[in-house]
């Protein structure tokens, strides 16, 4: 699958286009296509939410406006990302088939309304959509301004009904032997909740079973499995409306309720939707986390991706709808590019004149035109991305990778213990991040069933779900001579959330040298110390603060390099190394403060000779650093979050491609230098 999708070295810029709410006002379409040129912007993302104006009644087809909207924008130089509309059914679809409304949780089923409120399993629905699509491939498959299928829009929710309940039983059925087996791995006995047979399993409730955690982690694998059999469907019609087009689509942040690391092979091309709250905290603490996000997302397919959705300025959803500062949509929109994308696309480029995201942020405002800040700071963004043009389809090269696996997530959150409040488990992977970005180094995250061969170091914080396919991953990797670390709570139960029996980390006691005895929780508020202990080989400025989780460790052959200073654990290893065979493997005993990750992960650094393009270098405070590659080039984004300017000198043997006059960068500025490799 041929996934170049306009000429070569073009970068996308646009947004999501619904030009079917003014097809009663040329003057607008008009309008807006000025707009769009005047803000360099060169694809629209059209039909996501179309279905009623395509099939106003079952059956029956309209697709003459969509004909004339593309061959306009064609025409313009303005290409499509045609969407399939499966994200909100017509109303006469609910009407006349009520078994494609979803079915709540409690059994309740939903009344029309909102986006998808569907059954993925329902056959008439996936009926109607095969339909659909097929008929929209057959007609713009092959239209030269159609360059991507957009595919529904932000999968998520589940349905609860009869149908899915039959299609999760077979699921179940399909991953254990019997019935027997199915009550050993979910521990049953406890509560006398065992099974007699797969008939009886019903997904998890309020009302009913919930505390079985085994049947919760099923029952979201299951989810995610049926929603990629959906899309496959939907990405099926188009092929047999004969069209060779990539598919992507959207996904969302740090979104519960599918695994997206099962979504590497059903799309040629992973996107997402990127709303993060600026100007509330310190900006590089919100690129930090933004841009772990686009990382994950990157590392899925291990290729560039695109940025699908962003706002140009306020959304109209989160709690508080704050402008963006002058310099931060662009400054946002380079991050994007910076970590792998090949877009920087907006919601939305007209604003609504109604309905549920009228005051949404837009391209294109209620006065319209061309005046406005927004629509001219876009317009920079689109000239940045022009400049840039050389790096499209360049890739990401880390020499670290981060382990963050969704089971994982999902296993921790509803372990009950040992804090139900808040494990803090993704602020501990966003500790590792900020490290290792802040020595300029370029991070994967990646799940548990992909390799570890190729990184230098890799990280696994809280990675409480282990099956034995992946400790062996990391045996062989530490024997190799790979730098693994892992944290508390790691290693405590299998992929059906069962406890590991005499000792943990269960699979990898011997690789670290040590067993996890108990794990203490701490009260909000309440801390522990952890000290340098004195005659190693490390050097650590000062004493750190932990806090949250606190595991208390009995050595076998790891060395201590921190110990707890308080408590009855006072004196207990709280940080350790061991060497085995050619490798080194660190065990991280507790919940320690961001800066400790620092100061370790250089010393790691340095003990491998590994450094970013600022090598030994201190990264100024506030500036993150990252890179592009391709076959000749190394490209080199230097991003300042701060709003004040900084001194920055350019790198040795390197061109300037954007950005930086007289060595100042700018607050909210970026500059791009390349380099020969």
Known sequence: MNTTLLKPGTLLHGGDYNPEQWLDRPEILEEDIRCMKYAHINCVSLGIFAWAKLEPQEGVFDFSWMHEIIDRLYREGIHVILATPSGARPRWLSDRYPEVLRVDVNRHRNLFGERHNHC???????????ILNKKLAEEFGSHPGVILWHISNEYGGECHCPLCQEAFRNFVRSRY?????????????????????????????????????????????FVTCQTLDFAKEEIEALREGESVLPATTNLMYYYDG??????????????????????KKAEMQTALDCGMFHDIIRSIQKKPFLLMESCPSATNWQPVSKL??????????????????????????????????????????????????????VAETGKALEQLREIYNSTVAAPVAIIYDWENNWAMQDAAGPRNENLFAKEAVLKSYEAFRKLGL?????????????????????????????????????KAGGAFIMTYWSDIVDGTDRCF?????????????????EIDALYEGEQNIAAPVTDTSWSFPREYTCSHLCELLKLRGATSILEYQEDFYADYPAVTEHAY??????????????????????????KLQLYGPWGKETIPEGVAVSTRENMDYTYIFVQNYNSHAISIKPLPDTDMIYGLSDNILDGYETVVWKKKR
């Open 501 to 517: 029996m005499k000792g943990t980390p269960h699979h990898l006691m011997d690789v670290f040298g040590l067993r996890q005895a």
């Open 258 to 279: 599918l695994n997206y690391q099962k979504f590497t092979d059903t799309f040629d091309i992973l996107s997402w939707d990127n709303y993060p709250v600026w100007h």
């Open 324 to 377: 963006k500062r002058p310099g931060m949509q662009r400054l946002s929109s380079l991050q994007a590019i910076a970590h792998g994308s090949d877009s920087v696309q907006y919601f939305q480029i007209r604003q609504g004149e109604g309905a549920s995201e009228k005051f949404h942020g837009a391209v294109i405002d209620h006065y319209g035109g061309t005046e406005g800040r927004v629509i001219n700071e």
């Open 177 to 221: 032997a019997d019935i027997q087996e199915l009550n050993k791995r979910w521990c049953t006995t406890f509560w006398s909740h065992t099974y007699d047979s797969f008939d009886q399993i019903e997904s998890p409730s309020p009302r009913g079973e919930s505390g079985l955690h085994a049947l919760n982690l099923e029952w979201k694998r």
């Open 442 to 478: 370029n991070v994967d995250l990646i799940s548990m069933e992909q390799p570890l061969e190729g990184y230098q170091i890799v990280a696994a914080p809280m990675l409480y779900v282990m099956e034995e396919s992946f400790s062996d991953k990391v045996r062989d990797y530490v």
């Open 120 to 130: 993925l399993t329902s056959p008439i629905y996936r009926k109607k959509v095969h």
């Open 581 to 606: 065979e050619q490798g080194m493997a660190y065990y991280i005993a507790a919940d320690m403060e961001t800066e400790f990750y620092l100061d370790f992960y250089r010393q790691i650094a340095d």
